[in-house]
């Protein structure tokens, strides 16, 4: 599988569908070269960073977001821009960068749109 998407779920069910591997678009080519030799000899290639949204521990990663950050991503989820995330919290705009900044850290994804699906996945009261 090469795709763009983090997400456990979606890992899990590219796997589950019968991918051998599975490894992100922005890796270098060279990676992606011997990702496909690896499959080719029967390995099983798979990104680091997707690696740990198949651990068990990673689900429970929103303990460990503070509840401004979850504040932060519920309110991204829900497809508000920073500057309006600000004005809801009371926060400057750069304060909510930061946070989303920590969050997609903690999280293990690289965008807006990954976190926005993660948080739908892992947090109550986040739309579909």
């Known amino acids: 599988m090469l795709t763009s998407f983090t997400e456990a779920s979606r890992v899990r069910d590219a796997l589950a569908a019968g991918a051998i591997g599975y490894v992100l678009k922005d890796c270098r080519p060279a990676e992606l070269?011997?990702?496909?030799?690896?499959?080719?000899?029967?390995?099983?290639?798979?990104?680091?960073?997707?690696?740990?949204?198949?651990l068990p521990t990673r689900a429970s990663a929103r303990t460990h977001l503070s509840d401004r950050e979850t504040q932060v991503l519920r309110l991204a989820a829900q497809g508000l821009a920073n500057k309006q995330i600000g004005s809801r919290l009371g926060i400057a705009e750069r304060t909510v960068k930061v946070h989303l900044g920590s969050v997609f850290r903690q999280i293990g994804v690289a965008d807006r749109t990954s976190a926005a699906l993660w948080a739908r996945d892992n947090l109550p009261d986040v739309p579909a």
């Open 33 to 54: 070269v011997d990702a496909v030799r690896s499959a080719a000899a029967g390995h099983s290639p798979l990104d680091p960073r997707v690696a740990g949204a198949l």
